[in-house]
């Protein structure tokens, strides 16, 4: 089972942007050497996400005081009572996903920005909705600093989607909840793949991976998955 986003509480400070005591390349390219076997076991080859996350500094997205720990597999504090997600399962939602240069992907729950510049740093126009505001706040502000790629955030309740920037190639939530939102299927492109953690209690889901053909929609489920809950009009009432 892998876990994504938590509930951490008593982490009001966000994190840092400045330099980290450790070598932060050594470890974020022995991260991916380990990501590659993981997926390799699951029978899944990703070399593009795990070339974009070769890239992508996962240290600069936690706080300062975890750094050390930042390309371990493990989430960790991002403040505002979240984490980030541990990176294989960020690997595999991506490889899942099968994200293309050029597609426009809409990412239901920002946290720390980190899955959103994954998808970006694989060429994808990424459009990610947060409702929190100081975390979508704080996490607009360091991805405008960092500059990653092409990435647009909002602060708007994610079970609702982004109708006026529809169809996206590409939709992804990391947040679970009761069933899959429908304004999410009706934005999805034809064509499309929307990935989403769903079940029938609070952070116990299965990821499902849905596909639409001819206006028709095919579900597949990849397994068991903990994920926060996703809070909204088409998701849990919290």
């Given at each position: ?47 593009a ?16 005081a ?35 240069p050029?597609?426009r992907?809409l ?27 100081e ?34 190639e ?17 934005q999805?492109?034809?064509?499309g ?34 994920f926060v809950?996703l809070v909204g009009?088409?998701?849990?009432r919290?």
């Amino acid at each position: 089972m892998f876990s994504g986003r938590h509930p951490e509480p008593g982490h009001a400070a966000r994190r840092a942007t400045g330099a980290s005591r450790v070598d932060p390349r050594r470890l974020r390219l022995r991260m991916v050497e380990g990501l590659a076997r993981q997926l390799a076991q699951r029978g899944v080859e990703a070399p593009a996400v795990l070339a974009a996350m070769a890239t992508v500094p996962r240290h600069l997205f936690v706080e300062e005081a975890l750094r050390a720990h930042a390309y371990e597999d493990t989430p960790l504090p991002i403040g505002f009572g979240q984490t980030i997600s541990q990176p294989s399962i960020v690997a595999l939602m991506t490889a899942m996903l099968a994200p293309e240069p050029g597609m426009r992907v809409l990412e239901i729950g920002t946290g720390s920005g980190y899955q959103a510049a994954v998808l970006a740093a694989m060429g994808c126009a990424v459009f990610s909705l947060e409702r929190m505001p100081e975390l979508h706040t704080a996490t607009r502000a360091l991805l405008q600093e960092l500059q990653l790629g092409a990435i647009r955030t909002y602060c708007r309740d994610g079970t609702r989607g982004l109708p006026l920037a529809a169809p996206f190639e590409r939709i992804i939530v990391t947040a679970g909840g009761p069933e899959i939102p429908a304004p999410l299927l009706d934005q999805l492109a034809e064509g499309g793949i929307l990935l989403i953690p769903v079940g029938s209690r609070p952070r116990t889901q299965r990821l499902l991976r849905v596909r639409k053909r001819q206006g028709r929609t095919d579900t597949e489920d990849l397994g068991p998955v903990i994920f926060v809950d996703l809070v909204g009009d088409h998701g849990w009432r919290h």
